[in-house]
């Protein structure tokens, strides 16, 4: 390894990734369907599995992505371990809460649009999730996540066209369930 090579890369240690990253994994899991209940468990054992892999240490991947590359296998196996399908939402986990100025209507609407969003997601499998959390709304390239997740660029591309795909249908048969709701 060349000298200069060394030096621009930095080692990050379990307890300095848990200092700065703890929340992104905590909010990565729950978007993943983990619920609250196991979120501070699920987030111990991230580190847990950095720590044994001697920290990261700053490629060509940046720390969140590694990091949700362990959360993906970490949530993967709870899941196999329970044997069970992911939770249903529960909207007083969500971090994103309606502005307080917002009208009861406002927020009511917000609320509705926050679980069809979720429930759309959560009709996603874990590996389409996954990617489609890490690209859409982590703004990670497809090729730091076929890295990350050491499948092969296409697989990342396939399996975002899918869950987007996927999301999208989920979304609309769940916006047109609630029209229909309200206007019976």
Known sequence: MAEGQAQSEQHLDAGELFRRHARFVANFLWKLGIGAQE???????????????GGFVERDARPTTWLAEI????ASTKRRSLGRAPRQVDLDDAAKVPEVSAGPADIAEATQGLERVQRALDALDLNHRAVFVLYELEGESCEQIAETLGVPVGTVFSRLHT?????????NRLLTLDTTRRTA
């Open 39 to 53: 979120i501070d468990d699920l987030v111990q054992e991230v580190f847990v599995v950095a720590h044994k892999r």
């Open 163 to 171: 869950a987007r795909k996927n999301f999208q249908k989920m979304h």
């Open 71 to 74: 959360a993906v296998r970490v």
